[in-house]
């Protein structure tokens, strides 16, 4: 029998992000990017994962039978001072967990490279602000810092919607409600929570993932009635982001929405995780803000990802923040090497690249 007390000591004390349990193999524990067995474990057999199963789920009726309907279950734990997002699904008719360990401190803003323009946004009356980037590129813990600081600046009613509730806030100068979505919990459904929140008077709606068209309304009506609703997407860019928002709406119905999106958005910040030089992740950020020149090009019928990346780089007077910009400046500091710089980059944009580095190096005095 496997002691998942003891992988979880270790796995706390390594500082792993993520810990991966499946059949055949040690458990796997995510540091720094890197996948590193716990190799005084052994390797877990069927009978151990169904008792991990049970070690999680706790005799819990509702999980265990979503679990047994569905194949797969989110749930959080906790586990001395951390918390825990457990995901459990089958692999060959066998229990299959991903465990995503979450500190109970946040970091600093400050601390996590998040440019101060997206923080600034949250004092918007109202509006649309959204935080993307790839899975594990830290879309969380942005969010939960921006949470965290509004709770200690602003005097507002915050309704945050997650699935599961990973960071637990407590009410400081503002007033925090969290909710936890899916079957048998807080509310069914994202639309559902987003769409009730109208009813709470709240100031500020945070979607832990906007999926789907329903999300997505919702999301809009809320901005529309005069709420700051913060969300994440699963995209890879701010443009790609646009273009993910309109395409969630059939063809005929795509001009009127532009026309919301395009006055509703405020700022998009989209996010990579590299592995730095020193081995610790550093966050890369491309930041959008919504001036009159990209919401003209959001309304227009056909959306150019190019035109909005340029309209990025023309707007850096206003808080704007170019990817090229963002890797240039994290391989003059020193953070990245060369070839991780422009691996993030499309070969049409080197010369654009060395160019910005270029700059930036005589701008610092490094030449």
């Known amino acids: 029998m496997v002691n998942m007390d003891k992988v979880l000591k270790i796995a706390k004390e390594k500082g792993a992000s993520d810990v991966h349990l499946v059949f055949g193999l040690k458990p796997m524990l995510r540091i720094s990017r890197d996948l590193l067995p716990i190799e005084e474990i052994e390797e877990l057999t069927a009978e151990d994962l169904n008792e991990i199963y049970d070690y999680f789920v706790r005799g819990n009726l509702e999980k265990d039978n979503v679990f047994k309907e569905t194949k797969k279950l989110d749930a959080s734990f906790e586990f001395e001072d951390i918390r825990l997002r457990v995901n459990a699904s089958y692999s060959d008719e066998i229990p299959t967990f991903t465990l995503r360990l979450i500190k109970n401190t946040l970091p600093k803003y400050e601390d996590l490279g998040v440019p101060d323009i997206v923080r600034r946004m949250t004092y918007q009356p109202q509006g649309l602000l959204l935080v993307t980037g790839k899975t594990n590129s830290g879309k969380t813990t942005t969010l939960n810092a921006l949470i965290n600081d509004i709770n200690e600046t602003q005097n507002k009613k915050i309704l945050t919607l997650e699935s599961p509730v990973e960071y637990k806030h407590t009410s400081k100068k503002s007033m925090i409600v969290q909710k936890e979505v ?14 009730n929140s109208l009813r709470e ?67 998009v910040v989209s996010q990579r995780l590299l592995k730095g030089k020193t081995g610790k992740l550093v966050l890369v950020p491309e930041v959008m803000v919504v001036d009159n020149i990209i919401a003209g090009i959001i309304r227009k019928e056909k959306i150019s990802v190019s035109e909005i990346e340029d309209a990025i780089q023309s707007n850096l007077e206003k808080g704007s923040i170019g990817l090229i910009n963002s890797i240039a400046e994290l391989f003059v500091d ?20 060395n160019r910005t580095i270029m700059q930036l190096k005589i701008k610092k005095g490094n030449n």
Request: with cysteine; aromatic share 4%.
């Open 334 to 353: 020193d953070k990245i090497t060369l070839e991780q710089a422009k691996a993030q980059i499309e070969e049409k944009n080197l010369e654009i690249l």
């Open 182 to 195: 899916g079957e048998g919990r807080d509310c069914l459904c994202y639309s559902d929570g987003v769409k």
């Open 201 to 267: 008077d709240c100031d500020i709606i945070v979607v832990g993932e906007i999926r789907d068209r329903e999300t997505m309304d919702a999301a809009i009506e809320t901005a529309e009635a005069g709420h700051l609703v913060i969300g994440t997407l699963h995209t890879k860019s701010c443009a790609e982001t646009i273009d993910r928002m309109i395409n969630f709406y059939d063809i005929s119905d795509q001009p009127s929405v532009k026309y919301l999106v395009a006055s509703l958005l405020k700022l």
